[in-house]
């Protein structure tokens, strides 16, 4: 790659990106960030090189060691998907995302951080964690985690060994011609156990593509925001959540019947135990998705 990563005298970490063109742009200046478009710098390397380029410089304003480290990873994952040289406002574009991350925080909630991690943990034990990846949900707000536009996935996770989870009437009820498969994880607390961010270390050994590990870094920033220090202390025993992971067909699950539901009633939501259910055999369906787990 051209760019060039630097530290200004206050310890403070500086890309500095090269671009394609010297298209006229706003810069942008917040508490956290900076970014300079078209810079005419004068860098110094340590062989004594001097550079002479137009550069946009890219400065995160914090000595926050782990802020540090994910705003790099974030950025070096931003340039490795874009071009060798982008254009200016494909750069802003890209940059501008990555900062919205940090800059609209999210509330730190445990409870959030816990269906995370349930869901990062369904795709480091998958067999093809990048197709996960890909249909993986990109808001909070959408009915089920994974759904490649055809079949869907919906993680349950539970500290109740009676295997008891909480579903919504619509959430049961999938489109026609759609498979979905409920996911079931039992877990525990564990201090020496795995967190989201060991997770998403697992998953980058195995995937290579750029834009999986962008949107891997985005949902999970745009799940916990810059609540780092809190995120990592929720750690979950993996080696229980593996030997309790099960998967069911959806029509198994005990269920109100939408038939009984008044039309002007919605929202509905029921807890159903699945201890008795039996287990979905995935190898005699046709579905990539479900076949992917």
Not at 102 to 117: D, I, N, Q, R, Y
């Amino acid at each position: 790659m051209p760019h060039r990563l630097g530290c200004s005298q206050e310890g403070h970490p500086i890309f500095f990106v090269e671009c394609n063109d010297e298209t006229p742009t706003t810069n942008i200046s917040l508490k956290l960030f900076s970014v300079n478009f078209n810079q005419l710098c004068k860098l110094h390397e340590n062989d004594n090189n001097i550079i002479c380029k137009k550069y946009t410089i890219i400065l995160l304003k914090s000595q926050e060691i782990d802020l540090q480290k994910y705003f790099l990873d974030l950025i070096y994952i931003v340039l490795k998907k874009l071009t060798i040289k982008p254009n200016v406002n494909s750069l802003k574009h890209e940059i501008s995302k990555v900062i919205s991350l940090f800059t609209s925080p999210p509330a730190f909630s445990k409870e959030v951080v816990k269906g995370l991690w349930s869901e990062l943990f369904v795709i480091a034990k998958s067999k093809d964690p990048l197709y996960l990846i890909n249909a993986w949900h990109t808001s909070p707000e959408d009915k089920y985690d994974f759904n490649d536009g055809i079949d869907k996935i919906e993680v349950k996770a539970t500290n109740n060994h009676e295997r008891i989870h909480t579903f919504s009437l619509e959430q049961l009820n999938p489109n026609k011609g759609s498979g979905l498969i409920i996911v079931s994880i039992i877990f525990a607390a564990s201090g020496i156990g795995a967190n989201i961010f060991d997770l998403i270390d697992c998953i980058s050994m195995t995937v290579t593509d750029a834009d999986a590990l962008l949107k891997l870094k985005e949902i999970t920033y745009q799940t916990i925001g810059p609540n780092l220090e809190e995120a990592k202390k929720v750690r979950f025993d993996t080696t229980m959540a593996a030997n309790t992971y099960m998967l069911f067909n959806h029509y198994n699950i005990p269920a109100i019947s939408s038939y009984d539901i008044p039309a002007e009633v919605s929202n509905v939501h029921f807890t159903s135990c699945l201890k008795d259910v039996p287990a979905a055999d995935i190898s005699v369906l046709d579905s990539k998705l479900h076949k992917a787990l």
